[in-house]
């Protein structure tokens, strides 16, 4: 039987790369998008080429009771969850910290954090072996802006991918010994469509410089870091921080 990986904000960069090369390594794919139904379908439609199943599956995961459909039409649609890529988020324009408005982070906080947490749990409780099932690995969307601190730009984002450091260190502990491998990968610089969120023009373009490599990442990178952190070659890390960065941050 195919196993099953789950992607929240798969209809595009990393997210929908991750769906496609997932598909190309065997994965049955559940796709998840929030609002652009018509960039999962075609995300779908790829992961069909490649021979595998899938579906796109709509849900916002700043709402609890969408992600618990979510996971609940995941279920009924596949009949099992081997691997969880907890990749769903958000950011918003480049700002200073003092001008950031209270809304705006309860806003990145729901999607980056609490969305991620809830989701965390959801796949835990599918895939534990203490409550009868057959282990598995999530794979959570840090930062490295966690590491850098989004400074002058987004340090309420850096702020909720900190904390999914935070989550990664504390469930890879607590869940080892129920079958499940929890890590997380943390892009750099990539270019994809969440850089115009920013709302600063090229920002891969004018910041390429700060990174030893001197380019920007793509999708595929981080995706294949993803696929090896769900793959029996990892199969020995958990607890991971794994830095897709081209070099920054060391």
Known sequence: MSKVMLITGASRGIGAATARLAAQRGYDVAVNYARNK????????DVRKAGRKAVAIQADVAEEGDIVR???TVDAEFGRLDAFFNNAGIVEKASRFVDIPPERLQRVLAVNTVGAFLAAQEAARRMSTRLGGKGGVIVNMSSMAAKLGGSSESTDYATAKGAIDTLTIGLAKELAAEGIRVNAVRPGLIDTDIQKDFGVGDRVGR????VPMQRGGRAEEVAEAVLWLCSDQSSYCTGLLLDVAGGRGI
């Not at 018509?38 to 439609?45: G, L, S, Y």
């Not at 910041?207 to 700060?210: F, I, Q, V």
């Open 207 to 210: 910041n390429k410089g700060l």
């Open 70 to 72: 979510l996971f609940k």
């Open 38 to 45: 018509q960039a999962a379908d075609a995300v779908v439609a």
